[in-house]
């Protein structure tokens, strides 16, 4: 099991940026696939942001594409979305999430360890 605390969530306004990290304190998630989800009110959680376990190209939703980026730092690990040009229907509490899965995979079920969420809120 992979425990992951996120931080960096706020309230900004529509157009401005957010970094969000994702801390390892165990060390363990360089060999898992990490990725970024998130949830809005009333709404399924939702892919946003993907990247392999041997960090060879991550992958993005059709609304992160361009605007987001994932990273991960192995050194320190710690996973981070860099999230520019926020929109308000970015509104949600976002979630990191680590898979034992070799391949791409952008549906929730498949990610078994789950941080705390960090809650984004974008005014328009």
């Known amino acids: 099991q992979v425990l992951l605390v996120e931080s960096g969530g706020g309230l900004v306004q529509a157009g401005d940026s957010l970094r969000l990290s994702c801390e390892d304190p165990?060390?363990?998630?360089?060999?898992?696939?990490m990725a970024w989800f998130r949830q809005a009110p009333g709404k399924e959680r939702e892919f946003v942001a993907g990247l392999p376990w041997n960090n060879s190209g991550a992958f993005y939703s059709v609304s992160a594409q361009g605007r987001f980026t994932i990273s991960r730092d192995k050194a320190t690990n710690t996973l981070t979305l860099q999230m520019n040009d926020l929109k308000p229907e970015g509104t949600a509490v976002y979630y990191c999430a680590a898979t034992t899965s070799r391949i791409h995979r952008i549906e929730a079920a498949a990610y078994a360890d789950w941080g705390q969420g960090t809650q984004v809120t974008v005014a328009s």
């Open positions: 165990q060390r363990t998630f360089k060999k898992y696939g």
